[in-house]
T-cell receptor
Framework: NAGVTQTPKFQVLKTGQSMTLQCAQD?????MSWYRQDPGMGLRLIHY???????DQGEVPNGYNVSRSTTEDFPLRLLSAAPSQTSVYFC??????????FGSGTRLTVV | KNQVEQSPQSLIILEGKNCTLQ??????????LRWYKQDTGRGPVSLTI?????NTKSNGRYTATLDADTKQSSLHITASQLSDSASYIC???????????FGTGTRLQVTL
């Protein structure tokens, strides 16, 4: 039982490049979310999903896209990377929203 | 605006000592409150979760309290260990389960 798996762990992008952060869970959780963590700030919700085929925006969705074609996977796409998107990104999943399991994070630097 | 404030921002204690971390929130409507431990370079890991009707919840040496009237919570760590060095994050959930409001965390360092 791997829990929530995020890849890659580290990534450096040039401004304007696009990429996809991968998130997969093997716990059959319906709820999945993406957060970013910046110094001095609490985790902020980017996008979330309450089931396959259903996604919605969180607090800071601009510049990011998501899709949820399967229960297991919830990729986060950066359309055109900007230095302001330099952050640590966490994916989390939950069976019913009662408690969340977080991945180990992706540290992204945009230069 | 929903907010969660934690204090202190950082704390250094000697191994074996106790400490208490504070959390004040203005999230509404309240669903539950969670405390997470986040080791450096890792994702947050759940310690406790409390609903409106629960005043105290323990997990080993960690004891969380909740006063829903004053909208305050505390996390008490007993007989601290070096492995307790981490950030402790208070998270409050609104009525919608997917909407969590995170505090900025208290960074705890336990030293010899």
């Amino acid at each position: 039982n791997a829990g929530v798996t995020q890849t890659p762990k580290f990534q450096v992008l040039k401004t304007g490049q696009s990429m996809t952060l991968q998130c997969a869970q093997d716990m059959n959780h319906e709820y999945m979310s993406w957060y970013r963590q910046d110094p001095g700030m609490g985790l902020r919700l980017i996008h979330y999903s309450v089931g396959a085929g259903i996604t919605d925006q969180g607090e800071v969705p601009n510049g990011y896209n998501v899709s949820r074609s399967t229960t297991e996977d919830f990729p986060l796409r950066l359309l055109s990377a900007a230095p302001s998107q330099t952050s640590v990104y966490f994916c989390a999943s939950s069976y019913s929203g009662h408690d969340y399991t977080f991945g180990s994070g992706t540290r992204l630097t945009v230069v | 605006k929903n907010q969660v404030e934690q204090s202190p921002q950082s704390l250094i204690i000697l191994e074996g000592k106790n400490c208490t971390l504070q959390c004040n929130y203005t999230v509404s409507p309240f669903s539950n409150l969670r405390w997470y431990k986040q080791d450096t370079g890792r994702g947050p890991v759940s310690l406790t979760i409390m609903t409106f009707s629960e005043n105290t919840k323990s997990n080993g040496r960690y004891t969380a309290t909740l006063d829903a009237d004053t909208k305050q919570s505390s996390l008490h760590i007993t007989a601290s260990q070096l492995s307790d060095s981490a950030s402790y994050i208070c998270v409050v959930t609104t009525g919608t389960a997917s909407k969590l409001t995170f505090g900025t965390g208290t960074r705890l360092q336990v030293t010899l």
